[in-house]
């Protein structure tokens, strides 16, 4: 379900109606941070509103037993601290791409207190760090930047390098929404927040993720300072994943750089005329070989 069919309510009423879903997982979002300050009332409409109607046909669909709402690492009030966000602190996202997704979680925790609990389905909010990986090619987001530069053999304009945030390939917190989802399915006291990021040593600097492109691209790449002056971004983000770690014993498998280097290497092959999904596959496979392995090893 994309975001804008989160906002047609009938619409979403008759696929539930159709499809019956036992498990659900809410990921349609405006999710951009400057798109935000452009478009305030549509990132609200889609991020609040949409959260509001995909619970409210959860509500009146008597199939559904477990529900995990994605929002992201930036939900809660940013003291800037270098030891990471814990689930129990305050949500209070500043600009308002951060602050709609934190109007979600609010928004979840009404409907499982009114509605959900007392109905035997379990819901849990799922708060990510940033993601990588490719065919992400949305605007002012690093990555995509470093490869459109790259691409144009152009310097790769890096807005805030000090910034430091949780970077993972999507893979990481994918695998984390399917654990969540299936572990509350089976035991429903174990729904809740969950916080899903990477080690400490894969929270970097924007400077030192750009500099890893470079490096994984080669063909000369480059990065340049490039400030410009736009809205208020964080400068430091850093999630303390020690809950989902203990209580479903989830942990992050690819480093930084391997998500980098897989980002590239996804890149490339498209480029050079590869089948873009036969590739994402390829990925997949690799990634939960990887976890069974190491969760049997």
Known sequence: MCARGSRDLEHLRQVFRDTK??????LAAQPLVRASYRD???????????????LECVRSCGSVQSVVNVTTDKVYRNLERAD?????DVLDGYEPYA???SCSELIAGAYVRSFLRERGVAASTARAGNVIGG???AADRILPDCIRAAERGQAIPVRNPRSVRPYQHVLEPLSAYLLIAKAQYEAPEKAGAYNVGPNAEDCLATGELAELFCRCWGEGARWTAAPDGGPHEAGYLRLDCAK?????GWTPLWSARLAVEQTVAWTKAVLAGEDAGEIARSQIRAYFTELEEKQHG
């Open 21 to 26: 879903p036992e498990i659900v997982f809410h």
């Open 40 to 54: 305030p009332a549509g990132t609200y409409s889609t991020n609040v509103m949409g959260t509001v109607h995909l």
């Open 135 to 137: 065919g992400d090619m």
């Open 99 to 101: 602050n709609s997704k």
């Open 84 to 88: 990471g966000f814990r689930e129990d």
């Open 244 to 248: 989902i770690k203990s209580a479903l």
